[in-house]
């Protein structure tokens, strides 16, 4: 049985979307960065002032971010983190003596120590536990640096003429050949494909805070041009960028100003902005979701999963969303519902014995359409009067819930 729905009928306005909520954390600490080894485990990073003295601090959760403990204390400012592999993480910072400093843990943070003897401070990209990369402030220039034995030593890869980046913020190697650079002043997007002996300019116009690359071809790259501000992406390795977010991007709030992206495949990626708003979107950049958090934080990071979402911010500001109850109840229940979307409509099966309720609601959360399905019915409702942009289905059955971003363009 099929039955065919309306975007004029069981509308109602409510608010579908899970709010974000304040981790409780130590107060005088700005957070720098956020990484996660697995669903479960991550580490933030950060940096105070103790007296005269430059600290820093590493915290770690356990429980997917629901809490923070004090992991790792250090007099240097925590600026860069970077997973070897599940066990081995490295935190880069600067001491008051503007000296680098590398700390170490091969136990996933039980245990951490200080490695090297002459560090260079910046940005750290680790391609396994032993290879790893710093891009950074060198001798009146940037330069980037090599390890292949755990930080214990570092080789300058870089000329006489450095990376030529005044002030790198971010950097990437996606193995041991090919990496990027992103910073303010210069040629501001480089990329090597021979292990950092050389770099070639790839973008000089795009100062850039944040990048990703998920693979060696496609990517996204946070940061503003002299009139825009926004994300542009590559699709062959960076030899050419579009823009994905800017200025004309539809919903996007005036004061959104985005700062890191973090992306979980080359379509979805969430974007962390320095006055409390996120953005998300599934279909790689074609369209966004803008979603304030209830904080005007400057938000510095951001990390999600299919489960939670969390950002950072620099005034020690820690944000959690929850985006699905129980993932294994979502894997489970997604087995009994046949979900498809063709260009003008979706429609959705309930092979179940239980009443299935579906709701679809937009990217802010306050409409929807409501409807209940029964035992082997099959509903097919039409999306041609429905407005260009992300929208959400959530199917639920008793205390089971499942959520399917699509976009209708």
């Known amino acids: 049985m099929k039955l065919l729905l309306s975007i004029s009928i069981n509308l109602c306005c409510i608010s579908a979307l899970a709010q974000w909520t304040t981790i409780p954390m130590p107060t005088g600490y700005a957070l720098n960065e956020i990484e996660f080894v697995n669903d479960t485990t991550g ?3 950060g940096d105070s002032i103790l007296g005269l003295s430059q600290v820093g601090k590493t915290f770690k959760t356990s429980d997917k971010g629901l809490t923070f403990f004090e992991n790792d204390f250090y007099f240097a400012a925590f600026k860069s983190i970077s997973i070897g592999d599940n066990q081995t993480l490295y935190v880069n910072g600067i001491d008051d003596n503007q000296e680098g400093v590398l700390r170490k843990t091969t136990s996933q943070g039980n245990i951490w120590s200080t490695v090297g003897t002459i560090v260079p401070h910046g940005q750290l990209s680790f391609i396994n536990a032993q290879e790893g990369f710093i891009a950074g402030q060198g001798t009146g220039h940037a330069d980037a640096w090599a390890t292949y034995n755990g930080g214990f030593n570092w080789v300058q890869l870089t000329g006489s003429n450095g990376l030529g980046i005044s002030a790198i913020l971010d950097l990437q190697f996606l193995n041991a050949d090919t990496g990027y650079v992103g910073g303010l002043y210069g040629p501001l997007i480089t990329k090597t494909t021979d292990q950092g002996s050389n770099w070639v300019v790839t973008c000089d116009t795009f100062a850039t805070r944040s990048l990703t690359m998920i693979d060696g071809f496609r990517g996204y790259f946070v940061g503003n041009t002299l009139a825009n501000d926004g994300i542009i992406r590559t699709n062959d390795g960076g030899n050419s960028f579009n823009w994905v977010l800017d200025y004309t991007t539809p919903g996007r ?14 379509n979805t990626c969430m974007c962390s902005s320095t006055d409390g708003w996120v953005a998300t979107t599934y279909d790689g950049g074609l369209n966004w979701a803008f979603e304030y958090t209830g904080t005007p934080a400057a938000l510095t990071d951001i990390y999600f999963n299919d489960e939670y979402a969390l950002a950072i911010g620099l ?10 109850s129980n993932i294994n109840d979502q894997q489970d229940l997604k087995q009994t519902i046949s979900f498809k979307q063709s ?13 299935l309720l579906v709701i679809v609601y937009d990217a802010v959360g306050k409409w929807c359409i409501n409807k209940e399905v029964k035992k082997n019915e099959t509903i097919v409702f039409s999306t041609e009067e429905f407005s260009k942009g992300i929208y959400f289905v959530k199917c639920q059955i008793k205390n089971r819930t499942a959520t399917y971003p699509c976009t209708i363009r």
Do not use: A, H, W
Request: with cysteine.
């Open 43 to 45: 580490f933030i990073i």
């Open 315 to 324: 005034d020690g500001v820690v944000l959690r969303k929850q985006l699905l």
């Open 253 to 266: 709030p005036f004061t959104f100003t985005p700062s890191s992206i973090y992306c979980n495949d080359v």
């Open 343 to 355: 260009e003008n409509e979706m429609s959705i099966k309930n092979n179940g014995e239980d009443l």
